[in-house]
């Protein structure tokens, strides 16, 4: 009597993500962790953000952090947060009570540094930015968009996002039969950043530069003025800060030592076969 073979085993590790993405990844780390902080103290020298060409202390902010005598504050247009002891108005750590947006434990440096928190934000601004586009570059070649990032038309339809949604939920990040695929939320989420969000961080930088402006003046009209390019550039700034939120709860949700595996060596413990 013929037997019916076993199933073929799977195998123990797949091959997730190329060099190019890991290193591109860990470049980021470092570039974007330096650029926030130092871009917080930046904004301290003027916390307050406008729309248009110009502004400054006497005209309409939509955004701002700041102190009175007794508490700190972030009003958001007509809306006003308290906000004493985190931002606008907290204690260093010598118990001494400081009137600034953010914290010194939050910015590079530490201290108030307004031409050394330029150069260091500026500096690996460059590091973004050029790491950005040999990275484009290389998955361009590597068909790595095409191949992993590509979003089909069956994969935007309402029913197929609610069903990866309903995954998330369950902790299901990986189908079992394609361990090295993106799901629909990342390959939505990261296109956002990659094609969207860190572009316009980039641009609306360098529209900040009067010598930029002089050179390409085509950015002030792109971004409605220097105020508004400022604007814009904290927006995508806080979207960072939420997608690298969101990442880090995902990765450890998924399994932060198998997560950081196919990271640092690009191979990935495939996942258990979902329970029936």
């Not at 990275?135 to 590597?142: C, E």
Request: hydrophobic share 50%.
């Amino acid at each position: 009597m013929d037997e019916t073979p076993a199933p073929a085993a799977k195998p123990r590790l797949v091959y997730r993500h190329r060099l190019t993405t890991r290193i591109w990844h860990w470049v980021n780390v470092l570039a974007v962790f330096v650029m926030l902080m130092s871009g917080l103290m930046i904004f301290n020298a003027h916390p307050r953000l406008y729309w248009g060409e110009y502004g400054a202390n006497a005209d309409y902010a939509w955004l701002q952090i700041g102190a009175t005598r007794t508490e700190g504050y972030l009003r958001v247009g007509s809306l006003e947060i308290p906000t004493t002891g985190v931002l606008g108005r907290w204690s260093d750590g010598e118990g001494n009570i400081v009137n600034r947006a953010f914290p010194g434990w939050a910015t590079i440096p530490s201290g108030y540094d307004l031409a050394m928190a330029r150069r260091w934000h500026l500096t690996f601004a460059w590091l973004l930015a050029f790491g950005l586009l040999l990275y484009m570059l290389a998955s361009l070649i590597n068909r790595h968009f095409k191949r992993d990032l590509t979003i089909r038309r069956d994969e935007v339809r309402a029913r197929h996002i609610w069903a990866d949604i309903k995954a998330h939920a369950r902790l299901r990040f990986h189908h079992p039969d394609r361990p090295n695929a993106y799901n629909t939320l990342q390959k939505l989420s990261y296109v956002a950043i990659i094609f969207v969000v860190l572009p316009v961080v980039i641009l609306t930088g360098l529209t900040m530069s009067p010598n930029m402006d002089a050179a390409w003046p085509w950015l002030l009209d792109l971004f409605g003025g220097r105020q508004s390019a400022r604007s814009i550039h904290f927006i995508c700034a806080a979207a960072l800060v939420v997608f690298i939120a969101v990442h880090v709860l995902l990765v450890v949700l998924a399994g932060p030592v198998n997560e950081m595996r196919s990271m640092i060596t690009g191979w990935s413990k495939p996942p258990k076969e979902p329970t029936p």
